[in-house]
């Protein structure tokens, strides 16, 4: 038995050994976001034509990032992509660089409709990379009814045939919406009205989910859902047929942003990188592999039109960072909504 | 006498002080949390406030803890059933046979657990291989909806966790002395008296550790929960998540995880008295 | 003979494993097969394709990261294999008052939410000035393995005759000596099941990790879990198809190694 495991172990190590790579250089950087973020051909592209060799490096939720840079004071980490919300607390700890433009050549290539907006209102620190808005899609054959916005899931029709994200500000955010009212209430009593109207979607629910949502609605366990933008652009590639949903109440934005840490140990590196991504040609490629919508007004041109925002599309609102009160109440009826939907 | 003490007290040294630095200390750091106050942006405030505790009693938290008590309780339940017979049977195999069951009982943890849930919804979902074979062999007319119900989480943990049973059952039958069974036999007992009265005896001190090993991750597994059975059942574990992450509010994270240690021990002390077992893992 | 008679399982035992094992390996087999769907989504098998391994191989991170959590499952799963059963045979033969106490601490990782565990590690971590990295990594993760290896240890110990080591000690054999000649042999299997557990949970960990790991140092489930934002890609189902098939024909060779080894001798 013992020679069992020492053999197996043994096999594994030498195999995992042959696949430490080799130091060329000592120029590194590290790069701190989701994996899957970028293609292998943009990653691989950046260390060829610099020569500063990439660390990946992955965090599960904004919050676990925030703790390990401030852990770090700003240090150990160069780039970062995190989700808006948590950059307005990153930039508040003094965590994120004071961007210096002029070493940005592709700076001009942002798209506007991005920038100015509340966790960044000078454009100091960010660069957006992708931006995402939930939307309504739908089976056409499974559905009788015609879905046009949020109230619509209320439906009795669409009894236990619902699936939903699983991001409670959202889900709270619709709701919101749905009733007239802001994405980002923060009246403790309005938000506890928002939970009576929540619990009343119950029935219709058929699953809450964060990862793969769509393959609910591909493999039809549900016939509506409320999906991520990358998971709507998944779904659809599968199956063209579906029905998207730019709900009539309103959308919800939601902007990803690159900064570079405050400390970070080669903000040279870390500026040539952010210039390398701001190209077109490779955020076209980037966005076009995660399918988030395009932030990038000179990509536009390249990348998948789907990803490009329609201009019927002029406003939307973004999830704010609320008080702590309403962000508790905002919980409570997340949970007391997930209870209900047994 | 005293030698002998001398000899284990170098065996449990390493134990006490890894267990006195890495355990205690960080397990301290977090009850002194769960009496804090969170900051409004990020972090703590190191006041002290009983107002976490006092939160979980509101209705909302309340039902939260008995349902995950409750689907604990139920897949330990399950998996004792399902696990036992086979740790038993596994340790009257033939010596040669019983290290390859224990390898290959082992190999499907190689596979990423989230993976292989994904392998159970394509096998489960309503167009699904199950669904298929079923349909195709006439016993039901409409797909049935596995997925997304009680059930299914249930099925989830026991898959997940009846390895942990069944070794454990496994390594303490293992060593039994089967002449016991078979004096228990010649004295006229049945079999089914023989196995009650020594086998299932001398079984116990395995049965408790399987169960401890499984009762506790079932409070916190709630990614099953939430990937078989749409996230339609709150647990503890996934309301700390989020008390962590989205809502930031560490204190009361802290504190839920506290109250579900205290819950774990009593049901843990419970058990030993009503099982009468002496020496027994875990709690002496 | 008699013995032979009472230990022999019935019918109904061997159909009982062979059904727990196919179900526990029905899933295996599904994840297997999609490692070839042409699709990126595990929804319905589109058309063969061998694009996945492509990419995975051109994914050294991934690879790299395998290799991380493979040392530090190994490596956490001997320190706390030696931690643990000398914990436990050690707590077997002392009497103190703080042995409950100590017991109770030492499984505490086990009742505490990864989550929770995680961010009190890294801060504790911090407090202590220790390099994150795979030093920190390796701690943590024997944290939580020790309590599978002591528990499995202690219920096999349970109940066992204290008086065989004695002998052997009376006999004049150092404690040493005594420990590895009667008392280990007799937990083997209890060390072994634990370990087996520790390293599948090491192995598997993402939620511990993910706080106390450097920013230079990944491990396998960090790069699967953390594809939150487009979804996991059916890499992973190749990588976990490979591992398997390498394992299984290690296994397989060394097996059949082993039997002809014996026929030899026996002839």
Redesign the interface.
């Known amino acids: ?1 013992k020679k ?1 495991a020492t053999g197996v172990l043994c096999a594994a190590l030498a195999a995992s050994s042959m696949t430490v790579p080799v130091l060329a250089d000592d120029q590194e950087m590290v790069l701190y976001t989701w994996e899957g973020m970028f293609p292998q051909e943009v990653l691989d592209g950046f260390q060829e034509e610099t020569g500063i060799k990439l660390i990946y490096s992955n965090f599960d ?4 990032m ?1 703790e390990k840079l ?1 852990m770090a004071k700003g240090g150990d980490y160069d780039v970062i992509i995190a989700d808006d919300y948590i950059i307005e ?1 990153v930039v ?2 003094g965590l994120a660089e004071k961007l210096d433009k002029e070493k940005l050549t592709g700076y001009d290539n942002i798209n506007p409709l991005y920038q100015g907006q509340f966790y960044d209102p000078d454009d100091e620190y960010t660069v957006p990379y992708g931006a995402g808005i939930p939307l309504i899609v739908y089976d056409p054959e499974m559905v009788d009814i015609e879905i046009k916005g949020y109230s619509d899931l209320w439906n009795p029709e669409l009894e236990d045939s619902i ?1 939903l994200t ?4 959202v889900i709270n955010g619709i709701t919101n919406l749905t009733l007239g009212k802001s994405m980002n209430e923060e009246d403790v009593d309005s938000i506890k009205e928002t939970g009576e109207k929540l619990l009343e979607l119950a029935p219709n ?8 949502t769509q ?1 609910a609605l591909l ?3 549900a016939s509506v859902a409320f999906l991520y933008t990358s998971q709507v652009m998944a779904a659809l590639a599968e199956n063209p047929d579906l029905q998207v949903v730019y709900p009539e109440e309103g959308l919800g934005f939601g902007i990803m942003g690159m900064f570079i840490a405050s400390d970070a140990p080669n903000k040279d590196a870390a500026y040539q990188f952010v210039d390398y991504i701001l190209q077109p040609e490779i955020a076209a490629q980037c966005f076009d592999y995660m399918g988030y919508y395009c932030t990038n007004k000179a990509a536009d041109e390249l990348v998948d039109p789907k990803l490009v925002v329609p201009d019927s599309v002029s406003s939307g609102e973004i999830v704010q960072n609320v ?2 009160e309403a ?2 109440q905002y ?2 009826n ?3 909504f ?2 209900a ?2 | 006498m005293r ?3 001398f ?10 002080v ?3 630095i ?6 301290i ?2 009850i002194a ?1 769960s009496f804090a106050e ?1 900051n ?4 703590v405030n190191w006041i002290f406030t009983l107002d976490n505790y006092r939160k979980i009693l ?1 209705p ?2 309340l ?2 803890f008995l ?1 995950s008590f409750r689907l604990a309780v139920t897949s330990t339940a399950i998996i004792c059933l ?1 696990g036992y ?2 740790g038993y ?2 340790a ?2 033939p010596e040669s046979r019983r ?25 489960l ?5 199950l669904n298929h074979i079923l349909q195709s062999l006439g016993l039901i007319e409409k797909p049935i ?1 596995f ?2 119900s ?1 059930p299914a989480i249930v099925f989830g943990m026991v ?1 997940a966790l ?3 049973m069944i ?2 059952v ?3 039958a ?2 039994m002395d ?2 016991l ?2 004096a228990a ?1 010649d004295l006229g007992a049945s079999r089914t008296k023989a196995f009650w009265t020594v086998t299932f005896k ?1 079984t116990v ?2 049965l ?2 399987g169960i ?2 499984t009762f ?2 079932s409070m ?1 597994l709630f990614f099953i929960a ?2 078989l059975g ?5 647990l ?2 996934s ?12 204190p009361f ?2 504190a839920m ?1 506290v109250v ?2 205290v819950l ?2 009593i049901m843990i002390v419970m058990y030993r008295r009503i099982s009468h077992v002496k ?6 | 003979m ?2 032979n008679r ?4 019935s019918k109904f ?1 061997g159909f ?2 062979g059904l ?2 196919f ?9 297997v097969v ?1 490692s070839f769907n042409e699709s990126k989504l ?3 098998f589109t058309s063969f394709s061998t694009q996945w391994y492509e990419k995975l191989f051109h994914n050294s991170a991934m690879l790299e990261a395998l290799c991380n959590s493979l040392i530090l499952g190994v490596l956490s799963c001997l320190i706390s294999a ?3 059963t ?2 436990a ?3 077997s ?2 009497h103190w008052k703080t ?19 995680g ?3 890294m ?2 971590f911090y407090m202590l000035n220790l390099p994150f990295g795979m030093l920190t990594l390796l ?1 943590g993760h ?2 939580f393995c ?1 309590p ?1 290896i ?3 240890v ?3 110990l ?3 005759d204290p008086a065989l080591e ?1 002998a052997a ?1 009376d006999l004049g054999a150092s ?1 040493f000596r005594a ?1 590895q000649d009667i008392t280990l042999p ?1 937990i083997m ?2 060390v ?3 370990s ?2 520790a ?2 949970m090491s ?2 960990d993402v939620v511990i990790s993910i706080f106390i790991n450097g920013p230079k140092v990944s491990t ?2 960090i790069k ?2 953390t594809q939150l934002k487009t979804g ?1 890609t059916p890499e ?2 190749a990588l ?1 198809t490979i ?2 098939g390498v ?2 024909i290690a ?1 397989v060779l060394y ?1 059949l190694v082993r039997r002809i080894g014996k026929k030899n001798r026996m002839e």
């Not at chain 2, 290290?99 to 096998?123: A, C, D, E, Q």
């Not at chain 2, 979902?125 to 291989?129: A, P, S």
């Not at chain 2, 020496?279 to 002496?284: A, D, F, P, S, T």
Request: with cysteine; net charge neutral.
């Open positions: 038995m069992i939720t904004d919050e676990t925030l401030s607390a508040q700890e699936a699983a991001n409670y500000r629910v058929r699953l809450i989910q964060d990862d793969n393959n493999s039809g366990e008080s702590q962000e508790e919980n409570k997340w949970t007391e997930r209870a939907c047994d | 030698r002998r003490k000899g284990a007290l170098w065996m449990i040294l390493p134990l006490y890894f267990t006195l890495f355990v205690a200390g960080p397990l750091y977090m949390l969170a409004e942006v990020h972090g509101e909302v938290y039902d939260t349902q399902v017979p086979f049977f596994m009257r195999m290290k390859k069951t224990m390898l290959f009982l082992m190999l499907p943890f190689w596979v990423n657990s989230l993976i292989r849930l994904y392998g159970w919804i394509i096998i979902q309503k167009k699904g291989i909806s997925l997304y009680y898959y009846l390895p942990f070794l454990s496994y390594s303490s293992e060593k089967w002449s069974v078979e036999r001398l001190p395995g408790l550790s401890i090993l506790i991750p916190g939430d990937i749409g996230n339609k059942i709150v503890v574990g309301l700390i998540q989020e008390q962590m992450t989205r809502a930031g509010n560490w994270a802290a995880a579900m240690m774990t021990t020496e027994v893992e875990g709690i002496g | 008699n013995e009472m230990k022999k399982n035992a009982y494993l727990i094992f179900l526990m390996y029905l899933p295996i087999g599904v994840v999609f595990p929804v319905r030696v931690i643990g000398l914990g045979v050690g707590l033969r002392i042995k409950g106490v100590m017991e109770y601490i030492s499984i505490l990782p086990l009742m505490t939410p990864e989550i929770i565990l961010m009190v590690l801060a504790f701690i024997t944290i020790v599978y002591l528990m499995e202690k219920a096999r349970a109940g066992m004695e000690r404690p420990f007799l299997p209890a072994l099941s634990g087996l557990l390293f599948a192995m598997d396998l489930p699967v879990y996991v992973i189902n976990c591992m398997l394992t299984l296994l097996f």
